[in-house]
Structures are given as C-alpha cells and as structure tokens.
C-alpha cells in the first residue's frame, strides 16, 4: 500500500536542541497532519494543514505544507524532556478519515 | 472524558487461537476504524465502519473480521490467529467523512502471537 517516506526514523538529541523531521510522498495531498506518539498511548494530533505552503505552530512546533503539495516538515524548538516519542506525519486527499496515509514515523530520544 | 476506550490493553496468544478486540468511543462519532502498527511501517487501516451498519476492508484486512455492534462500539476478531499478527491495534473515530484532525485514537492494544 501507500506510504509516505519519513525520515529521520530516529534521533537522539541532547535537551534544548532543535529538531527537524519531514516526509515525502510520490502523490500530491490536500491535508497534512502531524501526530504524536507518547510511549503506550495512542497517536495525538499536534498540527494540520490545509493549503500548499502553508506555516503553522503551535507553541514549540511549527510545521510547514510543502509548495510542491508532495513532502511536509515539522520543526521543534528548543527540545524539553517531555517531547520524547513518536512523530507521524499523516497525508490525506479527500475523502473520509479512511483515507489517511502514515508515515514510518520518527522516534525521538533526548538526553537531559 | 473516555474518548475512545479499547480492550484488552495486553494479550498473549498461541498461534490458532481466537480472540475479540473491543472498541468503544463515547464521542458520538459515525466513523470508527481499526489499525495496526508496526517496526518501521507506521498506521495501516485493517477495516473501518463509516456508519452503523456499514463495514469496509482497509489496507490489510487478511485474517481479521469486524463487528459494528452499535454506533458507540466496533470490535475486531481475530478468528485463527498467526504470530504475523503479532502488533499493537488502534482503535480510532471521526466525525462522518472528517479528515484526520477530527480522527481519535485509543491508548492501543499490544497483542503477541507465539
């Protein structure tokens, strides 16, 4: 099936650090969506995006809708203990939330 | 505010047996679906209910089967069950055609076919 390519698939930072994930696609989306992942709990949505080259934050995190339709980029600032996890980006064109495709993910690790 | 409510949180099973994964969403949402994740493959869509009485294979349907009992609760069978479908199950529910930022996941289930 579909996927989207994710990367980094890990990273491990030191605590105040700033963080830089994307995703890439072959097909163009409509929506871009970023969740979060917290160990043993289910995926959280920080940010969504709706139009091509659109910038969004929300507090600490800002994400980006690429011009191209076809990637997504979602930066952390300032790295604190608590961001630790699993990003996913998320793509959808139309249609119902069954339409979603997930990336690999990126697991985050920071080191106090 | 229980959201999205899934059973069991862990299972162990021997390949063959059968077991039933229990969904409940108290969000008054039409849309319920169930997903796997796994190493290095992100979310896929097993199957998914777009409304009561309404069911539809996802990505990996194989070896599963679903039951939208009412509009809060949707379960997953798993009727012979395969250490491939060793994985941790999400439950989620949207709003009727939302996109993904109205889409709700439960906490997971991790299940271990031995």
């Known amino acids: 099936g579909q996927q989207l390519n994710q990367s980094p698939q890990s990273m491990f930072i030191q605590e105040g650090e700033d963080v830089s994930m994307n995703c890439t696609s072959s097909s163009i989306f409509n929506t871009w969506l970023w969740y979060k992942q917290d160990p043993g709990e289910g995926p959280v949505l920080l940010i969504a995006?709706?139009?091509?080259?659109e910038l969004t934050s929300n507090g600490r995190l800002t994400a980006q809708f690429g011009t191209t339709r076809k990637d997504s980029f979602l930066n952390i600032s300032a790295s604190i203990p608590s961001d630790v996890g699993i990003y996913f980006c998320a793509g959808q064109l139309g249609g119902g939330a069954q339409k979603l495709v997930f990336g690999q993910g990126t697991r985050l690790t920071i080191n106090p | 505010n229980a959201g999205v409510t899934q059973t069991p949180k862990f299972q162990v099973l021997k390949t063959g047996q059968s077991m039933t994964l229990q969904c409940a969403q108290d969000m008054n949402h039409n849309s319920m679906y169930w997903y796997r994740q796994d190493p290095g493959m992100g979310l896929r869509l097993i199957y998914y209910?777009?409304?009561?009485?309404?069911?539809d294979k996802g990505e990996v349907p194989n070896g599963y089967n679903v039951s939208r009992l009412n509009k809060r609760e949707f379960s997953l069978r798993l009727e012979s069950a395969a250490p491939s479908q060793t994985s941790v199950y999400f439950c989620?529910?949207?709003?009727?055609?939302?996109?993904?930022?109205?889409?709700?996941f439960g906490e997971g289930s991790w299940l271990t076919v031995v």
């Open positions: 209910s777009a409304s009561e009485g309404t069911t």
């Open positions: 995006l709706y139009k091509a080259g």
């Open positions: 989620a529910s949207s709003v009727t055609g939302g996109s993904g930022n109205t889409i709700y």
